[in-house]
């Protein structure tokens, strides 16, 4: 009898166990923080706010330092000056220049006075003139900005924007706090997705990417294991339009005009932030052909096009990663 | 007397567990996300509204204002102060990526992610 009373008893216990929940050991922590002219959600799964705090304040700092806008911060100090002498700066439109070069000059930072003409930094926005345009195009060009140790020097009155690769860079800082902290998390900084380690209940992060035609909505979803950049470029985040047309933030450099190629978006998944960042950006204007062929040069990288008809293309590597059914899977 | 007695106990506690097993199915069976959408202003939560309740919410942020109107289960900011008006441009939503008006630095966020862990855009 008591051994019948106990096993009930027990069962009855275990049906009140799930009330409980399988905590993690260490518990969801959220901020949100407005930086980089965007805003950002983090989340880490800690037992302080210590990692936050860190990431909260590299955040304002790079947000400063990078941003073409803040007449504070050393982008805006460069470009005034033509030039100058900046460590970090330095180091970062070096690695922007040799990923121009790898992508035949798709990606490009030096188009600040093209952005600023077309208006989308203080979106009051205009539409240049043939000749406006080509009087830019001697402003404008990685072939006026040249790195030596610390210095950047740039000619002819070019400015950098460093838009294309802010944030990928700042995903890396992030990272690194992370990953020196020995802790999980994953950012949305600005819609750039970098997740790190592994969420604690052992599954893989699962990462939307928000569909074009409706906010509110997700084109798809793709599963994401371990650390990983998710970066998204398209003509509907930051536009314009005039008499029907579209006029989308991401400026083509060899026509100084916002790209239209085709694509509505590109999504890039790589190990870095900055790759995965420029990436988008340099794909995007490349169109779908051009893309493909580069993801096939190289290996260090996977990436999902959707065009301006609807259909979806996948890389190989995506292929059994990703909600949507009727994709067009590429291979090597 | 005692077999009578033990009977009774069994019949007791094995009615208890189905009750509550019956309570608990019933429970997972029926049980819906929250439809609920928080306003956050600055990073702080500002307040969290009952998406099942219209109402119209004017929210002063610090750096201008943004007017919530909820109707048919679905959030909207109808009107703000900001300059660019993305934020209007959103319409009506109850799921998915939150809603972001950066002037006013306001961000509505949903109970109903869908499972997702963050959202590529």
């Known amino acids: 009898m008591k051994q ?64 073409a806008e803040d007449d504070n911060g050393g982008l805006y100090a460069l470009n005034r000056a033509g030039g100058g002498e900046n460590a970090a700066l330095a180091d970062l439109v070096r690695r922007a220049a040799a990923l121009s070069a790898r992508t035949g000059g798709a990606l490009d930072v030096s188009l600040h006075l093209a952005s600023l003409a077309w208006g989308f930094p203080s979106k009051r926005y205009s539409i240049p003139t043939e000749a ?79 569909d074009p035609d409706d906010p509110g909505s997700y084109l798809l979803t793709m599963t994401v294991t371990g650390t ?54 340099a794909l995007f204007v490349m169109g779908l052909e051009r893309g493909i062929e580069f993801w096939r040069a190289g290996n260090d990288f996977e990436a999902i096009w959707l065009t301006e008809d609807g259909t979806v293309t996948v890389t190989e590597g995506l292929e059994d990663r990703i909600s949507y059914k009727n994709a067009e899977v590429v291979r090597r | 007397m005692k077999t009578l007695k033990t009977k009774t106990w069994v019949l007791l506690l094995a009615a208890i567990f189905v009750l509550l097993a019956g309570i608990v199915l019933l429970q997972r069976l029926t049980e819906k996300p929250a439809r609920t959408a928080s306003v956050w202003v600055a990073g702080k939560l500002d307040r969290t509204l009952d998406l099942t309740t219209d109402g119209v919410y004017r929210i002063e942020t610090g750096d201008g204002w943004n007017e919530l109107t909820v109707s048919g289960g679905k959030v909207a900011v109808t009107a703000a102060s900001c300059p660019d008006g993305d934020c209007v441009r959103c319409g009506a939503q ?15 966020r949903f109970s109903a992610s869908g499972g997702v862990d963050g959202v590529a855009k």
């Open chain 1, 132 to 210: 406006d345009l080509t009087e830019l195009a001697n402003h404008c060009g990685m072939r006026l900005v040249s790195c030596a140790g610390d210095r950047i020097t740039l000619q002819n009155g070019a400015e950098l924007d460093l838009g294309a690769i802010a944030k990928g860079y700042a995903a890396d800082c992030c990272r690194a706090i992370l990953e020196r902290a020995g802790v999980s998390g994953i950012l949305s900084l600005g819609g750039n997705i970098q997740t790190v380690g592994k969420k604690p209940d052992g599954t893989d992060w699962t990462v939307a990417i928000q």
């Open chain 2, 94 to 108: 109850n799921s998915g990526p939150p809603i972001t008006c950066l002037p006013n630095r306001l961000t509505i």
């Open chain 1, 4 to 67: 019948m009373i106990a096993l009930l008893t027990a069962m009855i216990l275990l049906l009140t166990l799930p009330a409980c929940g399988a905590q993690p050991a260490r518990t969801a922590r959220d901020r949100e923080v407005f930086a980089m002219d965007t805003v950002m959600e983090l989340r880490v799964y800690d037992s302080s706010d210590a990692v936050l705090d860190e990431m909260d304040a590299a955040l304002a700092a790079l947000s400063r330092e990078l941003n």
């Open chain 1, 228 to 281: 990983k950049s998710v970066v998204t470029s398209g003509d509907y985040q930051r536009f314009f339009e005039r008499d029907g047309a579209r006029y989308c933030h991401i400026l083509d450099p060899e026509t100084l005009s916002p790209a239209r190629n085709g694509l509505r978006m590109v999504t890039i998944v790589a190990d870095e932030g900055f790759l995965a960042d420029g990436l988008s950006t």
